[in-house]
């Protein structure tokens, strides 16, 4: 059974510029979230998706947005990207994304901002 | 189990003595917590969890205490080995809207000594 997908790995963007990350998620996950890791900040959740629909947001500005697809695939994307930004970006699958199911986390995508 | 900027706490263990990795937490409504272990270059791994009416669950070789009078949990790890040394993230399992987040911890690196 295949993992959970993030593409591309490594990614490299001008200030200002915007950057759309791919997510697919294990076959029959319905559940995507997405966090950011930084050195500084550790571990942030960004958003989750269910069923083409976000459910639950984290304390990020507007510049970060997702969507889901009806395969369950997510996209993320980062608008007028600034410094700060550069970051791991994680994406976690889960079949129902309800408290007793376990997220899987890809192997994210590194962004850097320069 | 906190951090301060780039400086991860880190803890050296012999091999194939036990560890203790701590950490405190901050939501007493989390439903579930749960340990996570990410390789350099990886996405989170899940280890175990303990469900917050629980305060002891064993996996293999893994022990998670839950200590909810004073918000500690604590991972321990028998007969550790060098596969074990990564940075070890504890996580907060907080529901809402009918999905959950996690909030995780900044991290500890366990270092592993042949």
């Known amino acids: 059974k295949a993992g959970v997908t993030q593409t591309p790995r490594y990614l490299i963007k001008t200030r200002g510029q915007q950057v759309t990350l791919s997510c697919s998620p294990i076959s029959g996950h319905r559940s995507v979230s997405w966090y950011q890791q930084t050195p500084g900040q550790g571990l942030q959740f960004l958003f989750e998706y269910f069923s083409e629909t976000q459910r639950n947001k984290g304390n990020f500005p507007g510049r970060f947005s997702g969507r889901q697809f009806s395969n369950s695939r997510s996209e993320m994307n980062v608008s007028t990207l600034e410094l700060g930004d550069s970051a791991l970006y994680l994406c976690a699958s889960s079949i129902t994304g309800t408290a007793n199911t376990e997220a899987f986390f890809g192997q994210g995508t590194r962004l850097t901002v320069v | 189990g906190e951090s301060v900027g780039l400086h991860l706490p880190t803890l050296s263990v012999q091999e194939g003595d036990n560890s203790i990795i701590n950490c405190a937490y901050s939501?007493?409504?989390?439903?579930?917590f749960i340990w996570y272990k990410q390789e350099s270059g990886k996405g989170p791994q899940f280890i175990i969890d303990i469900r917050s009416n629980m305060d002891k669950r064993q996996g293999q070789r893994v022990t998670v205490l839950l200590n909810k009078t004073v918000k500690h949990l604590s991972l321990q790890i028998a007969a550790t080995q060098p596969g074990d040394s990564a940075v070890y993230f504890c996580a907060e399992k907080t529901t809402g809207a009918g999905s959950y987040q996690l909030t995780f911890g900044k991290g500890t690196k366990l270092s592993v000594i042949p």
């Open positions: 939501n007493s409504a989390s439903d579930y």
